[in-house]
């Protein structure tokens, strides 16, 4: 089975700062990890994915995330924090397999931004 | 337009009724889930496609509901008999075959069973 857990159910940053949305999974041998940001009353929009390789992930929007194997975390960073960037993130995780496959979601993060 | 397109954004229906959502997936993108958001909760599981066929519908809630996607594009999620407790948001995410390209989500059938 696998499963991600978004410790913190909110995170307030001022704009200007630097932002971390935590990220634990746990899925059978090597995962494939996404970040997704929902606005309110809309569907879920793609930030960034880790498939291999580097460890620091780039993305949309000036978001990065960190890959760490021996910690299975997955956390969400932006240098500098927009009053935009508010929103509620989730983190997700599939077993690294060829083809597609369902993805399990963190219960989210609400990101608040403030002036 | 380029996005996963459902219909309808908004469905009320009475307890006891049968409903019907859309998914209109991205062109050429051969799969296609549906999934489950509860209220202040992640989306979870319910069914995935791959072109016409059901490859996996461990998600699904009860034999009240059913999906189908009979020409490999659009898709339909019906719920029979609906109960309170269908009440949610359900999410159709389409992506590529190939395992490493992320799903792609559209903005969501808000389902209120009254």
């Known amino acids: 089975a696998q499963s991600v857990a978004q410790p913190e159910d909110q995170v307030n940053v001022a704009e200007g700062n630097p932002l971390t949305v935590k990220c634990t999974y746990s899925v059978s041998g090597n995962p494939y990890l996404f970040w997704y940001v929902q606005y309110p009353n809309r569907g879920l929009q793609f930030l960034l994915k880790y498939i291999t390789g580097d460890n620091l992930v780039k993305g949309s929007y000036g978001f990065e995330a960190e890959f760490n194997k021996s910690q299975t975390s997955f956390h969400l960073k932006k240098p500098s924090a927009l009053v935009s960037d508010s929103a509620l993130y989730f983190c997700?995780?599939?077993?690294?397999?060829?083809?597609?496959?369902?993805?399990?979601f963190g219960t989210g993060t609400r990101l608040q931004v403030t002036l | 337009g380029a996005g996963v397109s459902q219909s309808p954004r908004y469905k009320v229906a009475k307890r006891g009724q049968d409903v019907a959502l859309r998914c209109d997936p991205i062109?050429?993108?051969?799969?296609l889930f549906w999934y489950q958001q509860a209220l202040g909760q992640g989306p979870e599981f319910l069914t995935y496609?791959?072109?016409?066929?059901?490859?996996?519908k461990s998600g699904l809630p009860s034999d009240r509901f059913f999906a189908e996607r009979p020409e490999g594009s659009v898709s339909t999620l019906k719920i029979q008999r609906t109960q309170q407790e269908d009440s949610a948001v359900y999410l159709c995410?389409?992506?590529?075959?190939?395992?490493?390209?992320?799903?792609?989500f559209g903005d969501g059938t808000r389902l209120s069973i009254l």
């Open positions: 062109s050429g993108h051969v799969s």
């Open positions: 496609f791959q072109n016409e066929a059901q490859l996996d």
């Open positions: 995410a389409s992506s590529f075959r190939r395992g490493n390209q992320p799903q792609h």
């Open positions: 997700a995780v599939r077993p690294n397999t060829g083809t597609a496959s369902k993805l399990t």
